[in-house]
């Protein structure tokens, strides 16, 4: 089969790895300052003990240089796609071009240009053998005729030879390139998966996956996906002689990765959270009718109450849940029925809901595009990192499918006043994952679709975020 080119596909190609390569050189360069300072913080005795010492080195050896190796692919896609770009240039104007159909067109037209030579020639000799005035007139006439159109089919020959050569540039200057970047950005997603089954302990310490070392951060392993699908922690369901330490341990692990502790089916977010949360706030006697099944929560009524101790000795883990208007567990509220249910980005769906009697003055991280947004905080953040990570922003944010949905551009704080008789809804941050830690300590505002208050809000001014 031969070589195939078309501009659309080309241009679509080259557009789609160019959002993509934004997108992850922006979250690896944050990645990256965040890291640093967080080191920085270690190494200045902002972030002290042996947790933090040791979690340094997960950074120092592991995390950070998986991120340079990531920029590292990154660059080299860029400038693998910078070459191919350059060379679709002289080829793009010829739309589509397929080189099987070009050489056929060239056969059927050179079959047509030798006959239109033969019959030149034999209407010269019949002209030469016959010389009979008018005819013989006519007969010339008729062989210039066909050998003009033998010469405008070179030229239409010519012209597809110049396609099929340009095809063939093309080719020979397109077809190495992104082989070796991409091996690149394979070591570095490995090594990404290798983070994300790495056990790190309460003391800063971590544990590599079973069967797997640091040479998976240099060398491409073959049989990485088989052992690190190996390595993966079994699911434990609930059984009915474990204690209440391990039905709070399997129920956590199993919501976590959205499975029914004691079927082992698949739940949706919003049952995994009610799970978690008996867990985490030790209601679990409380809540185990409508939450963990009839079973447990009586039988763990029971063991208590054989204990000495009565069921209402047991106060939640956060017992300030309900000091909230609401709440994720038994009422989340009116955010709950809002597209895309912010209330869940609030921690524990926890916040309070306010009309705002007078101006108050509030404060966005974003780029220089866009200052209006729907989340604020009462007091400017003091770096990219700030935001990061404690608000919870994320640089890109993917749906429960695995789509992207968009990205978290930082490099800016706003100074908004917010007018009188607007509905704020003010809570602590949810954690997000990784470094997107947020948390009981920070406060964040969500204002639903400031963007359409016109005059009413005003942009008091901006300055720059590192």
């Known amino acids: ?47 002290f003990g042996a947790a933090y010492n040791a979690g340094k080195g997960l950074f120092s050896e592991l995390v950070i240089p998986t991120i340079h190796r990531m920029t590292a692919a990154v660059d080299n896609v860029q400038s693998d796609l910078a070459k191919y770009s350059a060379a679709d240039a002289f080829i793009a104007s010829e739309g589509f071009l397929d080189e099987d159909k070009l050489k056929l067109k060239i056969k059927i037209m050179k079959a047509n240009q030798q006959l239109l030579h033969d019959s030149a020639r034999a209407v010269a000799t019949l002209a030469h053998s016959q010389p009979i005035p008018g005819i013989y007139e006519l007969l010339q006439n008729a062989q210039r005729t066909f050998i003009k159109m033998a010469e405008s089919m070179q030229q239409d020959i010519d012209k597809l030879h110049k396609q099929i050569r340009k095809l063939n540039e093309f080719d020979r200057q397109t077809k190495n390139l992104f082989a070796t970047s991409l091996e690149e950005m394979q070591l570095a997603m490995q090594g990404i998966l290798v983070l994300n089954e790495t056990t790190v302990k309460s003391n800063g310490l971590y544990t590599l996956p079973s069967g797997v070392d640091k040479s998976y951060f240099t060398e491409i392993k073959k049989e990485a996906s088989t052992v690190l699908e190996t390595a993966k922690p079994k699911i434990e369901l609930i059984n009915k002689t474990d204690s209440l330490e391990e039905i709070s341990r399997k129920t956590i692990a199993c919501a976590n990765i959205g499975i029914n502790p004691y079927t082992g089916k698949k739940i949706s977010q919003k049952e995994a959270n009610k799970f978690k949360y008996a867990a985490w706030a030790g209601t679990l006697t409380e809540v185990g009718n409508v939450v963990l099944g009839s079973y447990y929560g009586n039988k763990t009524a029971s ?21 909230y208007q609401y709440n994720g567990y038994d009422n989340p509220g009116p955010l709950n029925d809002i597209k895309g249910q912010p209330n869940r980005n609030f921690y524990g769906g926890r916040y309070d809901m306010e009309v705002l009697k007078e101006p108050k003055i509030l404060y966005r991280a974003g780029d220089g595009k866009n200052p209006l947004g729907q989340w604020f905080t009462e007091s400017p953040p003091n770096s990219v990192a700030n935001v990061r990570i404690d608000t919870a922003v994320k640089p890109q944010w993917i749906d429960r499918n695995g789509s992207f949905t968009g990205a978290s551009n930082i490099d800016r704080v706003y100074k908004i006043e917010i007018p009188a008789g607007t509905t704020i809804y003010s809570g602590p941050v949810g954690n997000q994952g990784s470094i997107y830690q947020g948390g009981m300590n920070t406060n964040q505002i969500f204002i639903k679709r400031p963007w359409e208050f016109g005059d009413k809000i005003t942009i008091l001014g901006s300055s720059p975020l590192k």
């Open 1 to 47: 089969m031969g070589l195939i080119y078309s501009s659309s596909d080309s241009s679509a190609m080259m557009r789609a790895l160019s959002s993509n390569l934004a997108v992850a050189r922006t979250t690896t360069s944050e990645l990256t300052a965040g890291c640093q300072q967080l080191i920085a913080a270690i190494d200045g005795h902002t972030l």
């Open 303 to 323: 063991r208590l109450k054989n204990s000495g101790q009565g069921k209402k000795s047991i106060k939640p883990k956060y017992d300030d849940i309900y000091t």
